[in-house]
């Protein structure tokens, strides 16, 4: 007897919370897709899966799975005792996604529903709103979704929301949280959250994500966070500012690291600070205009020609550079970058190290783009500072303005001093 007998011959469904009983003892869980003719796959409580052989098994119905269209928006108020609301926006991702066992690979498709029954933690934690901005993998999130999502945000705490968790998928999440950072002036904290490895995974961290998540939406932390695992082992997670962030790993589930600071906090039973920070309510919640999409961000390398550069220049409202060591790029490029700003086109230098910062008054290349009107781009991480010239450029035109926003602190992005024991860590 293979699987689909097995549920045709106990009436459960994909979905569907069961008991199993087997040997003499019982699990009870959701039942999963399985790739395995004879295994059933039983989500249980506790988020973590089991397969069991259903030779000698009978299954019994606890409670069907609802049929029909997917929540986009609802309410569902904790059963514990918390004062706090938060809001759970939905923008896909794998932490929002499962394995498809037609083709082995991961879709972005679970419903709200299926994600709070996969991670029963989280009820009495707090009073949730959810609502779901889209279900996409994060590779094809564009500009254009990032103020869609930031716009999400804003009204959420514009409601009253005391927090705001938005689950997205982990590969650009670093490039929407900075841009949020920039879009918003909040009050409470924001916080985003994704996992490595999907919810129906044995090895899924988005439990534990999840769950920190909302204890650090609830904390008085009030900044534009990215939360995930601080190790390999379900132990405890880290936040860490938004436009300080990057994915460093492709699969780890510590894939996350701060870079030129220290995370903001760290979340085990509790949410210890690690850093000084924005208190909740210090600032008044407020929307800060827009983001020019046509900002272009070009890694230099020996093989970088002058009319790469200069098909940057001329079509880009605004060019970032990652150049080599304290911020440079060939001689032979120096002209043409003057020739671009010349045309009113910024060009904003950054390093391809991530640790430390840009200082072009050491050599004589570096004094030369001073001099040709290169914009510094300080210890700013190169993706962080081509979303900020998109938000900047969106304001403005005037080149001493964009020079002057490009080089001020506005959502954490610039440090004032580099901290040597922070390299690596």
């Not at 391809?352 to 840009?358: A, F, K």
């Not at 954490?412 to 580099?418: A, D």
Request: aromatic share 4%; with cysteine; hydrophobic share 35%.
């Amino acid at each position: 007897m293979d699987i689909e007998q097995f549920m045709m011959e106990n009436g459960i469904e994909i979905n569907d919370k069961v008991e199993i009983e087997k040997g003499g003892l019982s699990y009870f869980g959701r039942l999963m897709p399985s790739s395995g003719d004879e295994i059933a796959v039983l989500k249980l409580e506790n988020g973590y899966n089991i397969g069991i052989n259903i030779v000698g098994c009978q299954a019994t119905l606890i409670e069907k799975s609802v049929e029909g269209e997917k929540p986009i928006e609802r309410e569902v108020v904790g059963s514990g005792s918390s004062d706090k609301t938060v809001s759970m926006l939905l923008t896909g991702g794998t932490i929002a996604s499962r394995v498809d066992y037609r083709t082995g690979g991961v879709s972005s498709d679970l419903s709200i529903d299926e994600i709070v029954s996969a991670i029963p933690e989280l009820e009495g934690m707090a009073n949730y709103r959810f609502k779901v901005v889209s279900n996409i993998l994060s590779e094809n999130i564009r500009p254009e979704d990032w103020v869609e999502i930031s716009r999400a945000v804003y009204q959420e705490v514009e409601a009253g929301a005391d927090g705001v968790v938005v689950a997205h998928g982990t590969d650009t999440m670093a490039l929407t949280a900075s841009a949020v950072s920039f879009l918003i002036d909040t009050p409470v904290p924001i916080v985003f959250v994704g996992s490595q490895r999907s919810a129906d995974r044995p090895s899924s961290d988005n439990v534990l994500n999840a769950i920190s998540a909302v204890k650090l939406a609830k904390s008085d932390i009030a900044e534009v966070m990215v939360v995930m695992h601080g190790e390999t082992s379900d132990t405890y997670c880290l936040a860490h500012k938004a436009t300080k962030t990057r994915k460093m790993h492709t699969s780890r589930r510590d894939a996350f690291r701060s870079i030129n600071t220290e995370p903001i906090a760290k979340i085990r039973d509790e949410v210890t600070a690690k850093t000084s920070y924005t208190s909740r309510d210090e600032v008044e919640l407020s929307y800060n205009g827009g983001l020019n999409p046509n900002i272009g961000l070009l890694k230099f390398t020996p093989t970088t020609k002058p009319e790469t550069l200069r098909h940057y220049l001329d079509t880009m409202d605004g060019v970032v550079i990652e150049g080599t060591g304290l911020g440079h790029v060939s001689k032979q490029l120096i002209p043409t970058i003057k020739e671009g700003i010349a045309q009113n086109t910024p060009v904003v230098m950054t390093s391809q190290c991530l640790y430390g910062r840009v200082c072009n008054r050491v050599y004589d290349t570096g004094r030369d783009l001073i001099k040709a009107g290169v914009i510094p781009g300080k210890d700013m991480l190169p993706e962080t500072a081509m979303v900020k010239l998109m938000w900047v450029t969106e304001q403005t035109s005037d080149m001493n303005k964009i020079k002057r926003l490009m080089t001020t602190n506005i959502a954490g992005e610039i440090t004032s001093r580099s901290i040597p024991d922070k390299f690596l860590k």
